[in-house]
Each structure stands twice: as structure tokens, then as C-alpha cells.
């Protein structure tokens, strides 16, 4: 017997602020590696219940950097925090009927299966808001229907690759992939926000909600926001492009004994800048006075950037630009990050004690704040081990 569906009217204001901004909702997850799993997990975080159904052999995403060999990699524990996992066979009819009794009970549903896939199992938005109304569908796939692409398979590389992204981050030399799943994430929140707006619609108007989030037009989108350039106009008044993120001179700067981050950006902070290494004159020079011109001449300025740092050590940056508000920062290594001072004051990494990983330390999240908690179990789920208390042993199929 599948659980009835919990609903958020069952709980009063004082009620939800102590559980969570989104306790009482229910998702279901048919998600595999990051990007329907880090949306999920965010709705997990902030109350909701999202259960998260696998196949037999489980989220493949449960094998990346698994060393223990328990099924939890360090990949799979940190995007699928606070869910609980039910193991259905889609492909047999005790599968099937099992997601159809949980897809009746929940108020959001999140797939990434491939178009054709998805059209085949009856899983499209669509298919699924016609039979439960109630629901908030959000497929996120590869492409936009109705274009020559839309059945093909797409992975973040691809559509790094096609949106632009990759040919950003070469610069002016080979196209390179940035060194972060970078596409799953963006389209996770961009659907993330599309779900929460659905769902405060339905709150207006008792009707659930077909989404799709492609991944290509959403990034697409993504990059053209300051990259489009001349392109912005029709007919186009020049290439596209930024020039600041452009320059090749733009990156963390070497100094006597190592590097930092810079970000001097306002009239303020370029005038100040001057004034401390000595040149004030460079804030009355026509192409620097204002954004425009220094815009227009940034590679030169960053130039010169580089070249002074490189005449005081970090730290002697640091205490000279930080007291006049300037920008500036360390350049952490990604192991950096667990003795960062700023993070330890803010408590940003929470101990967790998983029944088969051990002791863990996961990052906390940004959400509703106050009195709301994570979610009472915060760690990622053993492969199935809510079957029987979700759907019954006989559904796994």
C-alpha cells in the first residue's frame, strides 16, 4: 500500500518554519547522476520529502569514487543528502504500477530520462500531469522539443561544447571544458526556480504542470546574458563577447610569493589603485576615467595589473587594498576550502554519521534560513532501503 501523500495545508505557519519551508511536499525523483539529483536534493534540504527511485542496479552515480565499495561515492553522498530510495524495474508491470501508486501521491516529479524513453514508459510532463493533475512535471532533457535535436542524447560535455561554453573557456586558443559539471548544475537551479513558480501557481489555481528545462537553450541563454555583445542588435552593431572576461591578462595574479584574486572594477577602486601604486595620473587618462573606456583598453590595465602585483608579497597586497575596500582574496585549492577561516566561523561544513559511509563531512546549503533544519536524516539513502515502507516489497518488480 502506498503511502498517502503529505500536503502542506495540514501544517500551520509556526509549524513550517520549524520543519521546513517545504515540509509536507512530496517528489519524486527519477534522476540518475547530478543534475536531476542536485535539484531534488535542494527540495530535500528545505523540507520536502523526495523520494528517489532507482533501478535495481542503482544511481551509477553510486560507483563514482566509491573506494569503500558501499554504494556511497563521494559524488553520489553529497547530491542525493535527505532523500529516501525506492527500487522499482520500470521495465515489468509491478514496476510500473509501483511509480504509478507513488506518482499519485506526490505533488512534483523530476526525470531526466531521454525524450524517447520517457514518451515510451508514458513518463513525458505531459503524459503525467493528464493522469495526476495535481503534479508539477519537470523533465530535463537535452534539447527543446520541435528542433532537429530534440531526441538526441546530451551530457553536460556536449552541451558545453555546443552552447559556447567550451569556446569561452579556451580564450583565444583551443576550445576546453570547464573542470565542473558546470551545465548540470546551472540547468538544475534554472529548473529548480521553474518547478517553485509552477508550484506557486497551482497554490493560485489547483492545477499541477508540465516543465521542460533543456539543457542546450538554458545555457545558451546562460552565456549570452553578457557574451551576446553586438549581437544583441539586429542587424548585429558588432561580434559578441565581453571584453573584460575576455582578456587574456584576466586570471588570479602572481605576486612575490604566490597569488591572489584582484577585482578592481569602479571608478573608486581604479582611482585608489593609482593613488597606491604611485600613478595618479592613470585616473585622469581619457582611457581610463570611466567603464566605457576602460572597457575599451582593459587588457592594458590588466596588464599592468600583473606587473605590479608582482612587486609585494600577498599578504603585503592584502593589508594594503583590503582596508580601502578593493577586492582582493586568497586562491584556495579545492582542500584549502576545509580550513578556510571564513567557513569554519560560519559552520559550512556539517558532521554527518551514514550507516554505511561512516563520518562524513558535507558542505551546508544556502536556503530558507531561521529556525528551519536540515532534513532529520541527512545523509544519501542505501539503494532501496524504502521500498517496502514507499511502495511495498511486491512493487520493486
Not at 209 to 226: D, G, R
Not at 286 to 306: G, S, V
Request: with cysteine; glycine share 10%; charged share 20%.
Amino acid at each position: 500500500m502506498t503511502e498517502p501523500a503529505p500536503t502542506s495545508s495540514r501544517l500551520g505557519p509556526e509549524e513550517l518554519v520549524q520543519t521546513g519551508a517545504l515540509t509536507g511536499l512530496r517528489v519524486v525523483e527519477l534522476g540518475s547522476t547530478l543534475m536531476g539529483p542536485y535539484c531534488t536534493m535542494l527540495l530535500a534540504q528545505w523540507g520536502a520529502d523526495v523520494v528517489k527511485v532507482e533501478p535495481p542496479a542503482g544511481d551509477p552515480a553510486r560507483y563514482i569514487g566509491d573506494l569503500q565499495r558501499t554504494g556511497m561515492g563521494p559524488f553520489f553522498l553529497n547530491a542525493n543528502r535527505g532523500k529516501r530510495s525506492v527500487v522499482l524495474d520500470l521495465k515489468m508491470p509491478d514496476g510500473a504500477r509501483g511509480l504509478e501508486e507513488l506518482l499519485s501521491t506526490c505533488d512534483i516529479v523530476v526525470h531526466t530520462l531521454r525524450p524517447d524513453a520517457a514518451t515510451a514508459l508514458g513518463l513525458d510532463a505531459a503524459s503525467i500531469v493528464v493522469r495526476h493533475p495535481q503534479c508539477i512535471a519537470v523533465a530535463l532533457r537535452g534539447f527543446g522539443r520541435g528542433g532537429p535535436a530534440a531526441e538526441e542524447p546530451a551530457y553536460d560535455d556536449i552541451i558545453q561544447a555546443r552552447s559556447g561554453v567550451a569556446a569561452l573557456q579556451g580564450g583565444h586558443g583551443e576550445p576546453t571544458y570547464v573542470r565542473s559539471t558546470l551545465v548540470d548544475k546551472v540547468v538544475a537551479l534554472h529548473g529548480l526556480a521553474a518547478l517553485l513558480a509552477a508550484l506557486r501557481q497551482r497554490d493560485l489555481t489547483g492545477r499541477g504542470m508540465a516543465l521542460e528545462i533543456p539543457m542546450f537553450e538554458t545555457m545558451a541563454a546562460f552565456n549570452l546574458v553578457e557574451q551576446q555583445g553586438g549581437l544583441v542588435f539586429d542587424p548585429p552593431t558588432g561580434p559578441p563577447g565581453y571584453r573584460r572576461t575576455a582578456s587574456s591578462h584576466r586570471r588570479p595574479y602572481a605576486t612575490k610569493d604566490g597569488s591572489v584574486a584582484v577585482m578592481l572594477y569602479t571608478d573608486r577602486h581604479w582611482r585608489v589603485f593609482f593613488d597606491l601604486i604611485g600613478r595618479p595620473e592613470l585616473a585622469k587618462s581619457p582611457r581610463y576615467r570611466t567603464i566605457r573606456e576602460r572597457t575599451e583598453h582593459i587588457d592594458e590595465l590588466y596588464r599592468l595589473l600583473a606587473e605590479t602585483l608582482l612587486e609585494r608579497t600577498s599578504q603585503e597586497w592584502i593589508d594594503l587594498l583590503g582596508p580601502h575596500k578593493i577586492p582582493i582574496g586568497s586562491v584556495n585549492g579545492l582542500s584549502d576550502l576545509v580550513d578556510d577561516p571564513q567557513l569554519i566561523a560560519t559552520d559550512f561544513f556539517t558532521a554527518v554519521e551514514h550507516p554505511a559511509a561512516g563520518s562524513l563531512r558535507l558542505p551546508r546549503l544556502a536556503g530558507p534560513t531561521g529556525a528551519n533544519p536540515p532534513p532529520a536524516r541527512d545523509w544519501a539513502p542505501l539503494l532501496g532501503a524504502d521500498t517496502e515502507a514507499v511502495v511495498g516489497g511486491s512493487a520493486a518488480g
